[in-house]
């Protein structure tokens, strides 16, 4: 009954980070193309990664998906279209507001 509560996924991941001069990036892969939507957590198992200066790295580990329930994956996709809406009152005219 995913109405109400999360669903708990185990797989394995591949981690890519990248830290130069033109790069700077972490991309986190997935194992058999899991889909991630609104809501879900994925937390990547494992000690913290120290990179040097100019330095790639890709490595391989554990992951744990924490998949939203319907009702929360209903109530992110509102939440993030509220405040979607809130850069539309950005006002981007030359002269300063009082």
Known sequence: M?????QRIE??????IEQSDEHFHAHVELDDDIPIAPG???LVHGEP?????????VLKRRATIDRASLLVQ????AAAYFDLAELYEVSFSPRRVA
Request: with cysteine.
């Open 74 to 77: 209903w109530w992110t996709r």
């Open 49 to 57: 990664i120290v990179l040097p200066l100019n330095s790639r790295l």
């Open 40 to 42: 879900d957590k994925v």
């Open 2 to 6: 995913r109405l109400f509560y999360p």
């Open 11 to 16: 797989t394995g991941c591949r981690i890519e």
